[in-house]
């Protein structure tokens, strides 16, 4: 796909428009939300507990307060509001008061003069400590033999699906169990928010990196005792978020230092405390059993999964149900029974991570896929074809499958892709596992390909609605967008402008601060944006559309509804009229405001049966890696891919998305693991933390399948998530293949694959 | 008190603790935020400028060591305010997204095709493996610094 090349003419949808803020940000000029500053300000630093489980026994701040340059140290007896926050339930403290419940949790924060007398003054802190022994295994808080570690128990969510027959035994069956690491969504810009005081004294003004603007003002409002409209967010320039910005991190002990010192405070967040100051994707155990018929008929799926939810629930309920929900992968399956846990521990807490909850699902499903064609004589690409769901189907949640679900399709275009080139006989050592470490011997290198297939779900669930706000002012042939819509990094201000143009036929389209300043765009998360914050630039610009036919057909004495825009023209569609769109506004203004909202879903009851879901999207992945099968060393050489995403409105955003999603991916499946040891991080640095760099990164081919979904409000489905889901068993299908190891779980290892 | 030379600017650095890295007195004091901080180890490339010819993470320089040194940052690249011909490949090829760690890139791969204009797809690869991208999965990122290179060969072959 060569997207440089296609059509920029004017920027409308489907060109490759380029976006906005792109040259500031060659340029170094884009303000991201750590290049935040103001006169007098200080520098805010928070002090987090060394153990996984503590009761504290007392915290002396006197030693800190001592320190020249160091204006106050606040705790949990100085915050005037509520003292618990959460996207879900309000169970997380904004300082940790009688107890500790995870290695890294927030004790008290200072603000200084400067970052290393605000680090002086968090080691002048006495905190007394009592160390409990930590729970750590998710099967000790579902068993109830360990004492509640939180007054909201060590469950935080079970979830079963029941659905069918429930003895049903196929002809064949397969079975395992799988394991997934903690993964880090490592965004490069480190969390990081400016607070201001108001001058009155009574509200504050926060610029943060962040994914969900209104979401956060209400936390922070109610933790601070301020009415909401005393909290006002301006979104600062976000250095990726991947789900790992969807919770609070510093943001409420921002503002009450800045409340608290009546000074402007600057927090940011060094990459050690990034790992402790934010959740991450679940840590998974999952067993599933396959029964099928003799011919590789998908009959019934049996599985039980438990996320390890950490200390606080944050997303984890949503997370299990994504989990539970996706079970059964993009095939056709009318029986099932699974069983769901999300529990908490003393670990660090999870959430959100792009795939919510479907990765885990997936790399155990697809594991599964594989069994199961190997014990029906099938190859992977025939089983996963025999099984396609297609549009129509029954989900086992009973809900009916009514998105565009080409899965066939995806697996067919990319089993069409070509395959790369074999590998030399005397490659460059940087192509060949353990790169530049010239490790690898090329006669232990042998290369395999596999499969990944994947179903997951667009939007929020379970009867929540989130909706999105957009405004649109039409003057002089120039447009205006206001909306709350986190830019993480994904190009939605791009979007923005396209539909903009497409729609009421400017070229020039301003966008107003990213802020709450307007309604709730919900949160950038979930493939969702595109869809809602998409509908509701589209609904606001079609207002104005409206107001400015209405306009043009009373000056011209012709129906309103025969007017159409050509371009950049207003035109009438059965007569001779043709007025461009910025004459016809001309000493005018229109300004309309749209808020978008995706149709109803329910809860799932008791069996996990109800239409819990908005509308679902589908990608396949075929990996082609090799193997140093002496040293375990992979090298993913190729991925190819064919998405489903409704229609292509930036070929070249959507591009740039399915390949950073296949290196999360591939991250996940050979490189990325935040590994624990009782309770406590034992890698939370960039050396030790392992992320794909440019030699990491495989060839992708890529192919887009466009079939508008007529649910969506311009035809197109999210795309954001899918390209990191069935990569991840793609590829250790691969390294299976390659090697006849088993590799049950993620990241595979070097000594999996030499001992496994 | 010492100086720095950043950008062919003489730079005067009043009361500052001798402990700051030259990232933090670039951002913190010199007002030039452009050079972005990651990792604080070295691992990531974001806070790449460049030194007395030599690409370095300014996270791991030392301010107060560099008083003799020509520093150029992503803000220096363009004296006129006109994007680089780097600086404009990287817009028109996707290599953009979140854009956190594009200065670094973009000083990297300035430093990559002025010692070497003529880069194939491996010493393209290795000259930025130092700097880590989490949004784009790097493809797009190819594509501009391949951009850029043949744009410069076309301007040679002229």
């Not at chain 1, 009916?400 to 005397?426: G, H, K, N």
């Not at chain 1, 640095?685 to 311009?714: G, H, R, W």
Request: proline share 5%; hydrophobic share 40%; aromatic share 6%.
């Amino acid at each position: 796909m060569n997207a440089t090349t296609s059509t920029r003419t004017r920027g409308a949808l489907g060109s490759s428009a380029l976006r906005p803020d792109g040259i500031p940000k060659v340029q170094g000029r884009f303000a991201f939300s750590s290049d935040a500053w103001a006169d007098s300000m200080l520098w805010g630093a928070t002090l987090r507990s060394p153990h996984p489980h503590a009761r504290i026994v007392s915290i002396d701040v006197s030693g800190a307060l001592a320190i020249n340059g160091v204006s106050a140290v606040i705790t949990a007896k100085d915050v005037p509001g509520q003292l618990t926050y959460g996207l879900i339930a309000s169970d997380q403290p904004v300082f940790a008061s009688e107890v500790v419940r995870y290695a890294g949790e927030p004790v008290a924060a200072v603000a200084a003069d400067h970052p290393e007398t605000a680090r002086r003054a968090l080691d002048a802190i006495r905190v007394d400590y009592e160390v409990l022994p930590p729970l750590v295994d998710a099967e000790d808080a579902i068993s109830g033999s360990f004492t509640p570690i939180h007054p909201d128990g060590n469950v935080i969510r079970r979830q079963r699906i029941i659905r069918g027959d429930q003895s049903f035994v196929g002809d064949v069956v397969v079975e395992g169990y799988y394991d997934v690491g903690m993964q880090d969504q490592a965004f490069l810009g480190l969390e990081a928010a400016l607070a201001l005081p108001d001058d009155a004294g009574g509200g504050v003004e926060l610029f943060v990196a962040t994914q969900w603007l209104h979401e956060d003002q209400k936390q922070i409002a109610a933790c601070l005792g301020l009415p909401i409209e005393k909290v006002r967010l301006t979104l600062g320039g976000v250095g990726g978020a991947f789900g790992g910005r969807e919770d609070i991190s510093l943001q409420v002990h921002c503002c009450l230092l800045a409340l608290t010192t009546g000074r402007p405070i600057k927090m940011q967040y060094g990459r050690e405390e990034s790992f402790f100051g934010h959740i991450h994707r679940h840590p998974a155990r999952i067993f599933m059993r396959h029964h099928a018929d003799r011919d590789g008929t998908l009959r019934r799926v049996e599985a039980r999964i438990v996320l390890d939810g950490g200390a606080y629930a944050s997303t984890s309920s949503a997370v299990l149900i994504n989990a539970v929900t996706h079970m059964q992968g993009p095939y056709k399956c009318e029986m099932a029974t699974v069983d769901g846990y999300a529990v908490r521990s003393n670990n660090p807490p999870c959430g959100a991570m792009r795939g919510f909850g479907v990765v885990q699902a997936c790399f155990a499903h697809e594991s599964q896929m594989d069994k199961l064609a190997a014990a029906c004589g099938l190859d992977p690409v025939d089983i996963r074809l025999k099984n396609a769901m297609r549009t129509g189907d029954r989900l086992i949640t009973g809900q009916v499958m009514d998105s565009v679900a080409p899965v066939e399709r995806c697996i067919r275009e990319t089993a069409a892709l070509p395959l790369p080139e074999p590998l030399p006989a005397d490659p460059d050592p940087l192509l060949i596992p353990g790169g530049a470490g010239l490790t690898a011997r090329r006669g232990n290198i042998t290369r395999g390909i596999g499969w990944g297939v994947s179903i997951k779900n667009l939007m929020y669930s379970e009867g929540f609605d989130d909706y999105a706000t957009a405004r649109c002012r039409l003057a002089n042939g120039v447009a205006t967008l206001q909306f709350a819509t986190a830019e993480v990094g994904q190009g939605f201000v791009v979007l923005a402008q396209q539909i903009a143009r497409t729609v009421l036929g400017v070229d020039t389209v301003l966008l107003e601060p990213i802020s709450t300043a307007i309604g709730s765009a919900g949160s950038t998360s979930a493939s969702r944006q595109t869809w809602m914050s998409g509908g509701a630039v589209d609904g606001a610009c079609r207002l104005v559309r409206e107001r400015l036919f209405e306009h043009v057909a009373a000056t011209h004495h012709v129906d309103p509804l025969r007017l159409v825009i050509d371009g950049t023209d207003v035109v009438d569609s059965m007569g001779t009229l043709r007025v461009t769109v910025a004459e016809a506004s001309h000493g005018l203004a229109f300004d309309e405001t749209f808020e978008h909202h995706h149709r109803e879903t329910e809860e799932l009851d008791e069996n996990g049966q109800g239409n819990c879901h908005v509308a679902f999207a589908f990608v396949a992945h075929r990996a082609v890696v090799d193997v140093d099968t002496e040293l375990g060393l992979v090298k993913v050489v190729q991925v190819a891919t064919a998405q489903d995403v409704g229609r292509v409105l930036n070929p070249l955003a959507a591009l740039g998305q399915v390949e950073g999603g296949i290196a999360q991916g591939l991250g996940l499946a050979v490189m990325e693991e935040i590994v624990l040891e009782n309770g406590r991080m034992r890698n939370p640095s960039f050396t030790d933390y392992l992320l794909p760099t440019a030699l990491d990164a495989p060839d992708v081919v890529v192919s887009m399948i466009e079939e508008p979904e007529p649910q969506a409000p311009l035809g197109a489905k999210g795309i954001g998530e899918p390209p990191c889901i069935s990569v991840t068993p793609a590829i250790v299908a691969a390294i299976r293949q390659a090697t006849g190891k088993e590799l049950s779980r993620v990241p595979v290892r070097p000594l999996d694959i030499v001992f496994g | 008190m010492y100086r720095l030379t950043v950008n062919g600017i003489d730079h005067e650095v009043k009361d500052a603790w001798a402990g700051e890295s030259l990232l933090y007195v670039l951002r913190e004091r010199l007002g030039l935020p452009g050079t972005k901080g990651a990792c604080e180890q070295g691992e990531c490339g974001s806070c790449t400028v460049v030194m007395d010819g030599e690409a370095v993470c300014s996270c791991l320089v030392m301010a107060a060591t560099a008083v003799d040194a020509d520093i150029t940052t992503v803000e220096g690249l363009s004296l006129d305010g006109e994007p680089t011909d780097v600086q404009q490949s990287f817009v028109e090829a996707g290599g953009v997204q979140c854009g956190f760690c594009t200065p670094g890139l973009i000083v990297a791969v300035h430093h990559l095709l002025d010692r070497n204009p003529n880069p194939d797809e491996l010493a393209i690869k290795e000259a930025i493996s130092g700097n880590i991208c989490r949004c784009t999965g790097y493809g797009r990122i190819f594509a501009a610094v391949e951009l850029a290179r043949d744009q410069r060969r076309a301007m040679q072959a002229k």
